[in-house]
């Protein structure tokens, strides 16, 4: 059997390609939108990608079933488990492309591999594992989507938001349910998990790319209270955050035959003086992925501050708004990469009017710009205006950071959760953004500065603040 565990950094998020050694046929697992990696991935391998399958319909990026059946004679191979996705009754297949929906217990083969299907409902109500035994071994296998990773279990708080008419409490039932079913698997059960640490499907998940059955019994908190009967609830979903908004525009998306791709669109190089009037129209949103303290030396007032690193998609796709335009600022050879990451987050293609180099902008004359202020502060200064009672002070940080202590009368949005809850803010006072280091905080200063409020970045984070003996609360 050949293995190909295929990671996005910036999502967390791992496809699988599994082939046959004798038959050089091979299936992808979860595959993301921009199907041209796996096809080229396989290619390296001498394989021939002849299936795809899914483990559930994701809500944190788009798929690429849609794609592979619509350009590839491929099965896919689907759940039948919850309820039917609209798009595989009207999807135009290519020549040899096939749709085939699994139940429990359900089986198929791709070459001399063969794959059986289990039923591991609670993140989504559809969710399957798929497991394979190795040749010639008794190691098993078990693609586990994202029902168990290493060291957590998918969030059952995200199936009730996502999947209509089930409620939490049934999530976490169902979710029980399907880690009991799974006693009879042996501990040397190798799991390759649908999601690393980072990923907002599991709250605690480890940073390691696979674990084992055996591993999971003793370290993962969620089995351990199935397995001794104790509160499971409360093992699930205590330190939750929320779930991220753009998830469930992600999940519709995919519900509806999602957007595929074999060739990644090109997206065009605007001149700067182009650039310099879209900037200023309100319908585009320009996505600033320089350092932070060049996004402050021109401070444009559509901007979003979002270098392009780890936490780049979530955040943009969380800040945009549906029908936003967009325009890149960013080095030419990273536009590429830029657009993957825009593209699996839900963005239309359509919609990206192109990209400046930040060169261009550091170039143009003083003045071209109508900016809109937001800055760093120190401590000291967030201090005083605290003691005055002079701002809003805005934690951004997660919901166990902000249990451990934060700032007097800080009021907690997650950074990621401010489009859908800026209203909450008063309009009236400075709005005081603080995280962990500053890099949370930077992100969130610059959507509500774009938004309208006047915001500031705490520079240097929680722990700069509370280390000067300043009052916090718990």
């Given at each position: 059997?050949?293995?190909?565990?295929?990671?996005?950094?910036?999502?967390?998020?791992?496809?699988?390609?599994?082939?046959?050694?004798?038959?050089?046929?091979?299936?992808?697992?979860?595959?993301?939108?921009?199907?041209?990696?796996?096809?080229?991935?396989?290619?390296?391998?001498?394989?021939?990608?002849?299936?795809?399958?899914?483990?559930?319909?994701?809500?944190?990026?788009?798929?690429?079933?849609?794609?592979?059946?619509?350009?590839?004679?491929?099965?896919?191979?689907?759940?039948?488990e919850g309820p039917a996705q609209?798009?595989?009754?009207?999807?135009?297949?290519?020549?040899?492309?096939?749709?085939?929906?699994?139940?429990?217990?359900?089986?198929?083969?791709?070459?001399?591999?063969?794959?059986?299907?289990?039923?591991?409902?609670?993140?989504?109500?559809?969710?399957?594992?798929?497991?394979?035994?190795?040749?010639?071994?008794?190691?098993?296998?078990?693609?586990?989507?994202?029902?168990?990773?290493?060291?957590?279990?998918?969030?059952?708080?995200?199936?009730?938001?996502?999947?209509?008419?089930?409620?939490?409490?049934?999530?976490?039932?169902?979710?029980?349910?399907?880690?009991?079913?799974?006693?009879?698997?042996?501990?040397?059960?190798?799991?390759?998990?649908?999601?690393?640490?980072?990923?907002?499907?599991?709250?605690?998940?480890?940073?390691?790319?696979?674990?084992?059955?055996?591993?999971?019994?003793?370290?993962?908190?969620?089995?351990?209270?199935?397995?001794?009967?104790?509160?499971?609830?409360?093992?699930?979903?205590?330190?939750?955050?929320?779930?991220?908004?753009?998830?469930?525009?992600?999940?519709?998306?995919?519900?509806?035959?999602?957007?595929?791709?074999?060739?990644?669109?090109?997206?065009?190089?605007?001149?700067?003086?182009?650039?310099?009037?879209?900037?200023?129209?309100?319908?585009?949103?320009?996505?600033?992925?320089?350092?932070?303290?060049?996004?402050?030396?021109?401070?444009?007032?559509?901007?979003?501050?979002?270098?392009?690193?780890?936490?780049?998609?979530?955040?943009?796709?969380?800040?945009?708004?549906?029908?936003?335009?967009?325009?890149?600022?960013?080095?030419?050879?990273?536009?590429?990469?830029?657009?993957?990451?825009?593209?699996?987050?839900?963005?239309?293609?359509?919609?990206?009017?192109g990209f400046v180099e930040p060169?261009?902008?550091?170039?143009?004359?003083?003045?071209?710009?109508?900016?809109?202020?937001?800055?760093?502060?120190?401590?000291?200064?967030?201090?005083?205006?605290?003691?005055?009672?002079?701002?809003?002070?805005?934690?951004?940080?997660?919901?166990?950071?902000?249990?451990?202590?934060?700032?007097?009368?800080?009021?907690?949005?997650?950074?990621?959760?401010?489009?859908?809850?800026?209203?909450?803010?008063?309009?009236?006072?400075?709005?005081?953004?603080?995280?962990?280091?500053?890099?949370?905080?930077?992100?969130?200063?610059?959507?509500?500065?774009?938004?309208?409020?006047?915001?500031?970045?705490?520079?240097?984070?929680?722990?700069?603040?509370?280390?000067?003996?300043?009052?916090?609360?718990?």
């Amino acid at each position: 059997m050949l293995l190909r565990r295929i990671y996005d950094a910036t999502l967390a998020q791992a496809s699988y390609l599994v082939g046959c050694p004798t038959t050089r046929e091979a299936i992808v697992i979860d595959p993301a939108c921009d199907i041209d990696r796996y096809l080229s991935v396989a290619a390296q391998e001498g394989l021939r990608i002849v299936a795809v399958a899914e483990t559930h319909v994701h809500a944190d990026f788009v798929s690429g079933v849609p794609a592979f059946v619509a350009h590839h004679g491929v099965t896919a191979y689907l759940s039948a488990e919850g309820p039917a996705q609209a798009w595989m009754e009207s999807a135009t297949l290519a020549p040899g492309a096939r749709i085939c929906t699994l139940s429990a217990g359900s089986a198929f083969k791709v070459g001399s591999l063969e794959f059986h299907a289990r039923h591991t409902p609670g993140h989504t109500r559809e969710s399957l594992c798929f497991e394979l035994s190795r040749q010639g071994s008794a190691t098993r296998l078990l693609f586990s989507g994202d029902f168990l990773f290493a060291g957590d279990v998918g969030r059952p708080d995200l199936g009730a938001f996502a999947t209509e008419g089930m409620t939490l409490a049934e999530a976490v039932r169902h979710l029980e349910a399907s880690l009991a079913s799974i006693t009879d698997l042996p501990s040397d059960t190798q799991v390759m998990p649908g999601h690393g640490a980072g990923s907002e499907c599991g709250k605690s998940i480890c940073d390691i790319p696979a674990t084992t059955i055996g591993i999971e019994r003793v370290i993962n908190r969620a089995m351990r209270a199935q397995a001794a009967g104790r509160d499971f609830e409360r093992a699930v979903l205590d330190g939750a955050s929320e779930p991220p908004p753009y998830f469930a525009r992600v999940k519709r998306l995919n519900e509806q035959g999602g957007r595929g791709f074999e060739t990644l669109p090109e997206v065009r190089a605007l001149p700067a003086a182009e650039f310099a009037e879209i900037c200023q129209k309100p319908e585009f949103t320009v996505i600033d992925t320089r350092p932070w303290n060049d996004y402050l030396d021109t401070r444009l007032p559509y901007a979003i501050s979002a270098p392009f690193e780890k936490s780049f998609g979530p955040t943009v796709a969380n800040y945009l708004e549906e029908d936003d335009r967009v325009v890149l600022i960013a080095e030419s050879a990273k536009v590429p990469d830029i657009t993957r990451v825009l593209l699996r987050v839900g963005v239309a293609p359509e919609s990206i009017e192109g990209f400046v180099e930040p060169r261009a902008v550091s170039s143009l004359a003083v003045g071209t710009f109508a900016t809109l202020g937001v800055d760093d502060i120190s401590p000291v200064r967030a201090h005083a205006l605290v003691e005055q009672g002079a701002a809003t002070v805005l934690d951004v940080r997660t919901c166990g950071e902000f249990a451990a202590g934060h700032l007097p009368g800080a009021r907690h949005i997650p950074y990621t959760h401010l489009r859908a809850r800026a209203g909450e803010l008063d309009r009236s006072k400075p709005v005081v953004c603080y995280c962990r280091s500053g890099n949370r905080s930077a992100r969130a200063a610059a959507f509500l500065a774009r938004a309208g409020f006047n915001a500031f970045n705490m520079r240097g984070g929680y722990w700069p603040y509370a280390g000067r003996g300043y009052r916090v609360e718990a």
